[in-house]
């Protein structure tokens, strides 16, 4: 027979959030990117502090496109239109490139992670604007049809 291993469910609406925060903008680069998993995870367990702290972050990283693309899986478990805006808002401030193709194809996909009506806000905020290439609007229409938005 075999040996059951118990099972756990840790309540992201009542760990402390300090701690992780220290984590968050902590010397160690991998301890920070996990500090800023939990916080995306927290704040879409209805901890809004979490993903406002993850939305200044942001700002924070702004140069450093190697910290940002694990940034911006965080800001996607984000469910609210801020997050929405500040992803899509990276096609504005990244200039489409080829040192930075890859990063802006994260960051559609981290978009496509959204909550249901914060992708569609995104997406079509893409599809419309006419200050980003017509490349990238495109790619956001073909992503659009396949999430049948």
């Given at each position: 027979?075999?040996?059951?291993?118990?099972?756990?469910?840790?309540?992201?609406?009542?760990l402390p959030?300090?701690?992780?925060?220290?984590?968050?903008?902590?010397?160690?680069?991998?301890?920070a990117?996990?500090?800023?998993?939990?916080?995306?995870?927290?704040?879409?367990?209805?901890?809004?502090?979490?993903?406002?702290?993850?939305?200044?972050?942001?700002?924070?990283?702004?140069?450093?496109?190697?910290q940002m693309?694990?940034?911006?899986?965080?800001?996607?478990?984000?469910?609210?239109?801020?997050?929405?805006?500040a992803?899509k808002?990276?096609?504005?401030?990244?200039?489409?490139?080829?040192?930075?193709?890859?990063?802006?194809?994260?960051?559609?996909?981290?978009i496509?992670?959204?909550?249901p009506?914060?992708?569609?806000?995104?997406?079509?905020?893409?599809m419309?604007?006419?200050?980003?290439?017509?490349?990238?609007?495109?790619?956001a229409?073909?992503?659009?049809?396949r999430?049948?938005?």
């Amino acid at each position: 027979m075999a040996r059951r291993i118990p099972s756990f469910e840790i309540d992201l609406g009542m760990l402390p959030i300090e701690p992780l925060l220290r984590r968050a903008v902590g010397a160690d680069p991998q301890d920070a990117r996990q500090a800023w998993t939990i916080l995306g995870l927290m704040a879409r367990r209805d901890r809004p502090e979490a993903g406002i702290f993850l939305l200044g972050l942001l700002q924070v990283h702004q140069h450093d496109l190697a910290q940002m693309t694990a940034l911006i899986d965080a800001v996607a478990l984000v469910p609210s239109a801020a997050a929405a805006e500040a992803l899509k808002n990276e096609f504005l401030r990244v200039p489409s490139s080829r040192s930075t193709r890859t990063y802006l194809n994260e960051v559609l996909r981290a978009i496509t992670h959204l909550s249901p009506p914060w992708v569609d806000q995104a997406l079509s905020g893409l599809m419309d604007d006419k200050r980003l290439s017509p490349k990238w609007r495109r790619r956001a229409e073909e992503v659009a049809w396949r999430l049948n938005l």
